[in-house]
């Protein structure tokens, strides 16, 4: 049968074999937790990385619309003046683009009116 020393062999070798399994489980969790710690390490950079980008193109995108709306509003002042300067000289309101050998639809086509604007042209 059996003595002491056989029994208390087998216990400290199944507590050797569960430490030893132990080990190997610890060591497997701490390589998945590194994992998982790099993938959101490397997600809360992107993340960082897209909200800059996406702030300084909201920032542009702004800039640009406030610039655009600004040139647009000293065309409309430079337009003013000019037909107020031309109404000064006595020019009439009113073009017959013929008379130069224009057709208002090609000024339209060649941009250089705007459709609405040409329907007031002769």
């Known amino acids: 049968m059996f003595s002491g ?4 062999i087998c216990v400290v070798t199944n507590i ?11 060591e497997e969790a ?6 998982l710690q790099t993938q959101i390490s490397t997600a809360v950079g992107r993340l960082a990385r897209i909200r800059r980008q996406r702030k300084v193109m909201k920032e542009k995108g702004a800039s640009l619309f406030e610039r655009g709306v ?3 509003g000293e065309l409309e002042r430079e ?3 000019v037909v ?16 130069f050998g224009l057709d208002p639809g090609d000024l339209v086509s060649a ?5 609405d604007a040409s329907q ?3």
């Open 79 to 81: 337009d003013g003046r």
């Open 70 to 72: 600004q040139s647009l």
């Open 30 to 35: 701490e390589e998945a937790l590194f994992l």
């Open 111 to 115: 941009g250089l009116v705007p459709l």
């Open 84 to 99: 107020g300067d031309l109404n000064d000289l006595g020019a009439p309101p009113d073009v017959d683009w013929s008379l």
């Open 120 to 122: 007031g042209v002769q």
């Open 16 to 26: 050797l074999l569960s430490q030893k399994k132990l080990e190997k489980e610890e």
């Open 5 to 8: 020393w056989s029994v208390l």
